[in-house]
């Protein structure tokens, strides 16, 4: 794999065209101090290019305009921190992306059904934290996504009820060898209900986060059949009840 690594450095300045790269599959400029203007246009003329990190940043990215280009096998994206007012509009027509991270944004408005729709079965990290969505647009409080170990919708202002992933049926997924840990954090938003059996949802999970929303009613018994679960923070709700002894009990 030819590979060009800068990430975690201090290069400043503009970005030139990507174009005399044309055999790259792997670009990570992240965490630097480069500025100006990137269009993803130019970036779509490496045909090999299966990574591209530009978070954190000084970036302006530009979805670009005009037809969709003939797209390269983009499977991981971070655009974290680079001034995106919308989802670049290119990722609808990308079946194949398996970590996307487009936190730190200022993206507004509704995330659109077609991400759990079109990725559904390569989806493993996705990260929308800190922008403005307000709406999921679902057909299911249940995300079909097979896959997905890590889902961060953090410090947005979403409403209504969580989503929760998909338990898969899959035997590759059920066999205790492909089995992942699972990371959710919905913190900081409005929500206000769950799932009546959102439990179900966590059998590998390790980590929920809850905190900073609207929730209310009683955390269920069922939270302590879940023995992967090493986080769970429901704090700054408005639950209520008893606190579950199993909850209390220390678990080595």
């Given amino acids: 794999m030819l590979q060009l690594d800068l990430s975690y450095n201090q290069f400043f300045g503009p970005i030139q065209e990507f174009g005399g790269l044309t055999n790259l599959m792997f670009i990570d400029l992240s965490s630097n101090k480069l500025t100006g203007s990137v269009k993803l246009s130019s970036v779509w003329k490496l045909r090999r ?6 978070s954190d940043n000084r970036l302006f990215v530009l979805d670009g305009e005009g037809s969709i280009p003939l797209l390269p096998k983009i499977l ?4 974290a921190s680079c001034n995106l007012t919308t989802i670049p509009r290119f990722l609808m027509h990308v079946n194949h992306i398996s970590t996307l991270d487009i936190s730190s944004n200022k993206i507004h408005g509704t995330i659109p059904k077609w991400i759990w729709e ?3 079965d390569n989806l493993i ?3 929308l934290s800190h922008n403005i969505f307000t709406y999921m647009q679902l057909t299911s409080h249940v995300l079909p996504t097979s896959r997905l170990e890590s889902l961060d919708l953090s410090s947005n202002r979403l409403q209504g009820q969580i989503p929760m992933p998909a ?6 997924v059920r066999d205790p060898s492909f089995q992942k840990s699972q990371l959710f954090d919905y913190s900081n938003n409005r929500f206000s209900s769950l799932l009546s059996n959102f439990t179900a949802c966590l059998s590998n ?3 929920l986060k809850l905190s900073n929303n609207n929730l209310s009613g009683h955390i269920p018994h069922s939270i302590c059949n879940h023995d992967k679960l090493q986080v769970l923070d429901v704090s700054y709700n408005n639950f209520s009840g008893l606190i579950l002894d199993t909850i209390m009990s220390a678990r080595t």
């Fill in 49 to 54: 290019l299966t990574y591209l990190g530009l």
């Fill in 76 to 79: 991981s994206l971070g655009l």
């Fill in 118 to 120: 079109t990725w559904e």
């Fill in 125 to 127: 990290h996705l990260n």
């Fill in 167 to 172: 338990v898969s049926s899959s035997p590759r």
């Fill in 205 to 207: 999970t390790t980590y």
